[in-house]
């Protein structure tokens, strides 16, 4: 049987006394069972210690608190770390400084991301200031945490957008490789972590705050005045991490350039800033104005993402900073390091340029200049309002537009669709037609296509439309003219014979997406069956609103357990399966009741078998349940079961009404249909295609036993919120989104030097 994770919380302290005690409760306080902390505490002069010794009473007195402290001579933050973690035991590390804190489920967040083959988990902090009230904002302020495999764009760029020490969960295994920590970082040790750990693993991101950062009068690094010394420090510390990826990256079979030291825009402005403000104490004798605001210029333009209106704007500062007499240069400095400080006219183009900035590394000392994504989905799916939640979740961290028809033929429903508008922070472009209701074979207006994304200015398409249809054909087009990224997605599951159009139409669109997202296992291996390439993610078109489908409807069960399905009433759905386990239960004279929920043409046939089997009595036929319904008819089953089996044409490609029942706490009962063992992920839940004998037993199970029902609700609640919520579903696609931006960036040929005197003269 596997040991749960373990979750070690070493504080690291010298002489916050005040705010130690904070700190010290917080990772006491956690929600998840199996977390130790570990106090380690730096040579403090002030009261610390006192603070300790009382938890360390506490401790002999109430042998459940998971707490240990070291006290040891001023060695820095590098020994300290060294201390707590050579007395650590847990999988998961977690670094929190003494003038931070955690919130109570940090730790159950972070268990819940894990995955073995991750370095490490960063999180969002609150920013607080020394008395802890909040100062509206959080790190990293205005965009997304990088997320996935960073390798390649930190020894590239030698950064990523990252949070600091106390935001960051790190894995044993990784750590054990990269410990102890150098003397040299000493002082620095959290920039060793955060350079080093992203090389051997996985990062996951969670895009909510888990703990709080305080700024105030004594930290390190954050930058209140202008003042030289502090230029002087980032320029070290720049360097410092640049020489530690050189030394690193090759050990471990990678490259690294050169020129490392120049490729991020905030290395090179604070080498600028600290040379120009004080000449005779800059940290690198060699450097001259001319050509850090050469090299400027060069990173802006080579190596990051910045949009066209910020590169022009912030060659012209390094221009201006770089070339112009002192006096003249440090307005530039002060307006851009000190916002306070500028002029009215300037202070409102900067708020401009922050709500309207890209994807790239926060640069030190500066304030934050990143804009959120922009997505552009095309799909026919979101005609209906309730689709919509998805996008809704992805609009909190990004711009998200949506080239929907106006309306829908819908053939299932028999009537036409309108257009619903239920979230405003979803920018439509509703578009006319033709060959509504053909999902394969609608088509937009091309007008309308060049319209929306001229207008919306998107960094992705999205369409989730299969990938021979002729709506994917259009917007592959439209991505190779506008050389726009391309996501599908698509739930094909079964390599049909498709006609040759559709088979040019399906290499074409192949060639041109990205990524694509397969809705099931069986269709991603079916894109290497058709030769795809590119990234391939598992993923379901859309999650399930948590508010909507809650463990909260759930009424008190009565006498009877009640059994439901919900869905088509069709042959292969298999609902004669369910018919004959309630034959079984009733001869086991169990106390059970079966719903069926739904509408469709083998009702009939279904009814007269009930009959046949005797169980009519048992058995309710609801018929059809409108969408807006299903969470209070779903409340009602102690058992959901979906007993789909393989036809010719056909095998279940994700069965949504599972992760709906799921997200209740309801028992979730699957066949081994296409995907739904994988959606599921239970072997005690799934049982063969077409046994309705291994379904009576499961049921019979369920039925008997409250205590198994019970830890199978609560395993498909824990499931759902893992993996298949609407926020769930967001932060994997804004991983898969930066990755392919960053590859995309990374396909450029970069020269691999630095701009030198010789080339100045040849020139």
């Keep these: 049987m596997q040991h749960p994770l373990s979750v070690s919380i070493i504080i690291n302290n010298y002489n916050y006394d005040r705010f130690l005690a904070k700190a010290i409760d917080s990772a006491?306080?956690?929600?998840?069972?199996?977390?130790?902390?570990?106090?380690?505490?730096?040579?403090?002069?002030?009261?610390?210690?006192?603070?300790?010794?009382?938890?360390?009473?506490?401790?002999?007195?109430?042998?459940?608190?998971?707490?240990?402290?070291?006290?040891?001579?001023?060695?820095?933050?590098?020994?300290?770390f060294n201390n707590g973690f050579k007395h650590s035991q847990g999988d998961i590390i977690i670094f929190l400084d003494a003038d931070d804190y955690l919130y109570p489920q940090a730790a159950e967040h972070i268990v819940n991301a894990w995955r073995p083959d991750i370095a490490k988990v960063h999180y969002r902090l609150s920013v607080v200031d020394g008395d802890g009230h909040p100062k509206g904002f959080s790190f990293p302020q205005g965009g997304t945490l990088d997320s996935g495999h960073l390798r390649n764009k930190i020894l590239q760029t030698s950064g990523y957008a990252s949070v600091p020490t106390s935001g960051n969960a790190l894995s044993r295994s990784v750590m054990e490789k990269i410990f102890p920590i150098p003397v040299e970082f000493n002082t620095t040790s959290d920039d060793y972590l955060s350079s080093l750990v992203p090389l051997y693993g996985e990062v996951v991101a969670i895009e909510e705050e888990l703990g709080a950062y305080r700024i105030h009068d004594s930290n390190q690094w954050a930058l209140v005045e202008l003042d030289s010394s502090r230029f002087r420090r980032f320029v070290a510390h720049d360097l410092q991490r640049c020489a530690l990826l050189k030394a690193t990256g090759p050990t471990l079979g990678y490259q690294v350039p050169d020129n490392l030291e120049i490729r991020r825009f905030g290395s090179v402005w604070s080498r600028l800033v600290s040379l120009r403000l004080e000449p005779e104490k800059h940290p690198v004798p060699d450097d001259s104005a001319i050509l850090l605001a050469l090299w400027g210029v060069q990173s802006l333009w080579l190596y990051s993402s910045e949009s066209l209106v910020k590169r022009i704007l912030f060659s012209l500062w390094f221009i201006w900073v770089g070339l112009l007499p002192l006096p003249l240069a440090k307005p530039a400095i002060h307006w851009l390091f000190m916002p306070n400080q500028r002029p009215r006219p300037l202070h409102s183009l900067m708020n401009i340029l922050h709500r309207n900035r890209p994807k790239d590394v926060p640069q030190d000392g500066a304030e934050d200049i990143e804009k959120p994504l922009r997505v552009l989905f095309i799909s026919h799916t979101y005609v209906v309002g309730i689709n919509q939640g998805k996008l809704a979740a992805i609009a909190d961290q990004a711009e998200v537009g949506l080239l929907t028809?106006?309306?829908?033929?819908?053939?299932?429903?028999?009537?036409?669709?309108?257009?619903?508008?239920?979230?405003?922070?979803?920018?439509?472009?509703?578009?006319?037609?033709?060959?509504?209701?053909?999902?394969?074979?609608?088509?937009?207006?091309?007008?309308?296509?060049?319209?929306?994304?001229?207008?919306?200015?998107?960094?992705?398409?999205?369409?989730?439309?299969?990938?021979?249809?002729?709506?994917?054909?259009?917007?592959?087009?439209?991505?190779?003219?506008?050389?726009?990224?391309?996501?599908?997605?698509?739930?094909?599951?079964?390599?049909?014979?498709?006609?040759?159009?559709?088979?040019?139409?399906?290499?074409?669109?192949?060639?041109?997406?990205?990524?694509?997202?397969?809705?099931?296992?069986?269709?991603?291996?079916?894109?290497?069956?058709?030769?795809?390439?590119?990234?391939?993610?598992?993923?379901?078109?859309?999650?399930?609103?948590?508010?909507?489908?809650?463990?909260?409807?759930?009424?008190?069960?009565?006498?009877?357990?009640?059994?439901?399905?919900?869905?088509?009433?069709?042959?292969?759905?298999?609902?004669?399966?369910?018919?004959?386990?309630?034959?079984?239960?009733?001869?086991?004279?169990?106390?059970?009741?079966?719903?069926?929920?739904?509408?469709?043409?083998?009702?009939?046939?279904?009814?007269?078998?009930?009959?046949?089997?005797?169980?009519?009595?048992?058995?309710?036929?609801?018929?059809?349940?409108?969408?807006?319904?299903v969470p209070a008819e779903m409340a009602q089953f102690d058992v959901l079961v979906l007993p789909s089996r393989t036809i010719d044409t056909w095998k279940e490609q994700f069965g949504h009404v599972l992760i709906e029942s799921m997200a209740m706490g309801i028992p979730t009962v699957g066949s081994t249909c296409g995907e739904i063992p994988n959606v599921i992920d239970h072997p005690e839940l799934v049982f063969a295609e077409n046994d309705a004998d291994g379904l009576g037993t499961l049921l019979s199970r369920l039925v008997r036993d409250q205590e198994f029902r019970q830890s199978m609700g609560n395993f498909c609640l824990q499931r759902t919120q893992q993996h298949y919520t609407h926020k769930r579903i967001a932060q994997r696609l804004h991983t898969l989104w930066h990755n392919i931006l960053n590859t995309s960036c990374a396909k450029r040929t970069l020269p691999q030097g630095p701009i030198t005197k010789s080339t100045i003269s040849e020139a």
């Design 28 to 80: 006491l306080a956690q929600t998840y069972a199996h977390v130790e902390v570990i106090v380690v505490d730096d040579g403090s002069t002030d009261n610390s210690r006192k603070i300790i010794a009382g938890y360390c009473d506490a401790r002999s007195a109430d042998p459940s608190v998971r707490f240990t402290s070291i006290l040891q001579a001023n060695g820095k933050q590098g020994a300290a």
């Design 405 to 629: 028809p106006a309306t829908w033929c819908s053939q299932g429903w028999d009537r036409v669709l309108l257009l619903e508008t239920p979230f405003p922070n979803i920018t439509m472009f509703p578009s006319k037609i033709l060959f509504s209701g053909r999902g394969g074979a609608y088509v937009f207006n091309p007008f309308r296509i060049w319209q929306a994304i001229g207008q919306f200015k998107p960094d992705i398409l999205q369409v989730e439309e299969e990938v021979f249809s002729l709506c994917a054909l259009q917007l592959a087009i439209f991505s190779r003219l506008m050389r726009l990224p391309l996501v599908i997605f698509g739930w094909e599951n079964m390599d049909r014979n498709l006609p040759l159009p559709r088979r040019w139409i399906r290499d074409f669109v192949l060639s041109t997406a990205s990524a694509i997202l397969a809705g099931n296992r069986d269709g991603g291996q079916l894109l290497k069956q058709w030769d795809y390439r590119g990234i391939i993610e598992v993923m379901p078109q859309m999650g399930v609103d948590e508010e909507i489908f809650s463990p909260e409807l759930i009424t008190s069960s009565n006498d009877k357990i009640n059994i439901g399905f919900l869905g088509r009433i069709v042959p292969e759905k298999g609902i004669d399966l369910m018919l004959k386990a309630a034959q079984q239960l009733q001869k086991q004279g169990l106390p059970f009741e079966m719903t069926i929920c739904g509408s469709g043409p083998a009702q009939a046939d279904l009814v007269t078998m009930a009959k046949d089997l005797g169980v009519e009595g048992c058995v309710r036929w609801r018929g059809a349940v409108a969408h807006g319904q």
